[in-house]
């Protein structure tokens, strides 16, 4: 088992900047990539970024250029930086976590989730 905490939401002013972070406790050894997601009220979950512990990242393209994913292996912690964020950004943000491991005869990978950290940002 993998617990994810969040912090650092809360509410900015657009065209500023915040940063979130998200540290892995428990079995974390089996940890090959972590990433944030979100939701926004009345829209799907969607994924915003990611990272595997090679340092390869994937962006959403709504979000490309604007944020930026990083992590530091040895805390088994990510960010997540956010710059020149819009309302449109305004969103609950989850971290994620995937897990991949041998069980004899094949790989098992599974996925954990944070509670979420809200992000607003004001016009």
Request: aromatic share 8%.
């Amino acid at each position: 088992q993998v617990q994810l905490m969040e912090s650092g939401g809360g509410l900015v002013q657009a065209g500023g900047s915040l940063t979130l972070s998200c540290t892995a406790s428990g079995d974390s050894r089996n940890i090959i990539a972590m990433g944030w997601s979100r939701q926004a009220p009345g829209k799907p979950r969607e994924p915003v970024a990611d990272i595997t512990t090679a340092g390869s990242t994937k962006y959403a393209d709504s979000v490309r250029g604007r944020f930026t994913i990083s992590r530091d292996n040895a805390k088994n912690t990510v960010f997540l930086q956010i710059d020149s964020p819009t309302p449109e950004d305004t969103a609950v943000y989850f971290c994620t976590a995937k897990t991949r491991q041998w069980y004899g005869d094949s790989f098992q990978d599974l996925d954990y989730w944070g509670q979420g950290t809200q992000v607003t940002i004001s016009s």
